[in-house]
């Protein structure tokens, strides 16, 4: 297995629109990108605290931490497990998106889904 440089560990939750739009941004990052330099994290094997996820998360060179909202679920599981980030992107509280609620999935633009990229882009950039 090959750890990625950066590693991007997003809410990427299907229940609303903005942990939908972290898990289209970052999967669309990693088309463009490629997966050698950065690679997704497993939001919910780390919120177990499964041993070889936690080691692996541990390992990369940065870690890049990307919520939906307020609530911001990736950034409470990290430091529950001492995992510390490189950068932290909060869809609403960074960039001013608006959580629109359960079920609302599908709820985002394409111009969203740019506006999120670009955010983590820039510290991708930043970092490698």
Do not use: W
Request: aromatic share 2%; hydrophobic share 45%; proline share 3%.
């Amino acid at each position: 297995m090959s750890v990625p440089k950066i590693g991007l560990l997003m809410c990427n939750s299907g229940s609303s629109n903005s942990g939908a739009l972290t898990g289209v941004a970052g999967m669309e990052i990693i088309k463009e990108v490629g997966a050698d330099l950065v690679g997704i994290c497993s939001l919910p094997a780390l919120a177990h605290g499964i041993p070889r996820q936690v080691a692996t998360v541990k390992e990369l060179e940065h870690l890049i931490i990307v919520d939906g909202c307020r609530n911001a679920c990736a950034l409470k599981v990290a430091e529950k497990l001492a995992i510390s980030a490189d950068a932290y992107i909060n869809l609403e509280n960074s960039l001013r998106m608006a959580k629109l609620g359960p079920f609302s999935t599908l709820r985002y633009s394409d111009e969203d889904v740019t506006e999120v990229k670009m955010a983590i882009q820039e510290q991708i950039d930043r970092l490698k």
